[in-house]
């Protein structure tokens, strides 16, 4: 069973530029969530995806904008990139039950952005 | 004052000794999470728990939802051991994850 799923591993823009992200969740999970993480720091919450939708929004700027796809797959797209925005991005996938969303979340190896 | 500050940020340990992580929140949380990062950065969940204790292997974590608080307890720790481990908690009412800015522990052979 393969585990969440992102790509690319790495990659490097330029300044202006647009960049996609991919997600592909854990089998059997439908909620997708995007986190940024800073060079040592912790990861900080995006958004998140359930039934397609954007549930909850992070203090990101519009620029970050995501999808959900009808197999749970997500992209998380960030426009006008700045140097800033160098890290490394993390999904998270995990299962509603019940209602309930604070079931365990399982993380994906991460993309590391450069933007130079 | 960040929602989740764990304790110590570093901590470098010999090979066999019993490692303590401190995790405090200061908000009201309906499951709180144990998460190891490695170089490289891909993240593993090691416990999810709102009460009580769990234990896999070497691992131990506990919560006292009264004080606000949790730890993980690594036995006798092995230089394999060595990696960043995160607190993260699920704020009641939202969806997403808080984390704790990390603990990056370090065990010498």
């Known amino acids: 069973d393969a585990g969440v799923t992102q790509s690319p591993t790495h990659l490097i823009k330029t300044r202006g530029q647009q960049v996609t992200l991919r997600c592909s969740p854990k089998?059997?999970?439908?909620?997708v969530s995007w986190y940024q993480q800073a060079l040592g720091q912790g990861p900080q919450f995006i958004f998140q995806?359930?039934?397609?939708?954007?549930?909850q929004r992070g203090n990101f700027p519009d620029r970050f904008s995501g999808h959900q796809f009808p197999n749970y797959s997500s992209e998380l797209n960030v426009n006008a990139l700045l140097l800033g925005d160098s890290a490394l991005y993390l999904c998270?996938?995990?299962?509603?039950?019940?209602?309930?969303?604070?079931?365990?979340?399982?993380f994906g190896q991460g993309t590391r952005l450069t933007v130079v | 004052k960040n929602e989740v500050e764990q304790s110590p940020q570093n901590l470098t340990a010999q090979e066999g000794e019993f490692i303590t992580i401190n995790c405090s929140y200061s908000?009201?949380?309906?499951?709180l999470h144990w998460l190891q990062q490695h170089p490289g950065g891909g993240i593993v969940s090691l416990f999810m728990?709102?009460?009580g204790k769990k234990k896999h292997g070497r691992l131990i974590a506990t919560i006292n939802i009264q004080e606000k608080h949790s730890s993980l307890h690594i036995t006798a720790s092995h230089p394999r051991d060595s990696a960043v481990y995160i607190c993260?908690?699920?704020?009641?009412?939202?969806?997403?994850?808080?984390f704790g800015q990390g603990t990056r522990l370090t065990i010498n052979p």
């Open positions: 908000v009201g949380i309906s499951a």
């Open positions: 993260a908690v699920n704020l009641q009412g939202a969806q997403k994850l808080v």
């Open positions: 728990l709102s009460s």
């Open positions: 089998s059997g999970h439908d909620t």
């Open positions: 998270a996938s995990s299962l509603v039950l019940a209602g309930a969303m604070n079931t365990e979340a399982f």
């Open positions: 995806y359930y039934e397609e939708e954007e549930r």
